[in-house]
């Protein structure tokens, strides 16, 4: 997919996969897809992709210290 139409229309799949590993294991072809994914997902990160539920999170964690943009409450 990533080849064929582009890194950007992969995204949803490479950060959505949980890597358990369970497609590697009923793969015939005895296919590394974890790895695939993993190497998919540094791809789309050193050029610059970033999934926007987590350049969010990271945003969130950057201004309010968590990953849920939430103030701390003062005591």
């Known amino acids: 997919t990533s080849f064929i139409h582009g890194f950007e229309k992969a ?44 350049e969010s999170i990271a945003k969130n964690v950057e201004v309010y210290g968590n990953p849920y943009g939430v103030r701390e409450k003062i005591k």
Not at 26 to 42: A, G, S, T, Y
């Open 11 to 54: 995204a949803p799949l490479a950060f959505t996969c949980l890597l358990c590993g369970r497609c590697k294991s009923v793969c015939p072809m005895e296919i590394d897809i974890p790895e695939m994914i993993l190497k998919l997902r540094k791809i789309l990160i050193e050029t610059g992709y970033i999934p926007p539920p987590i």
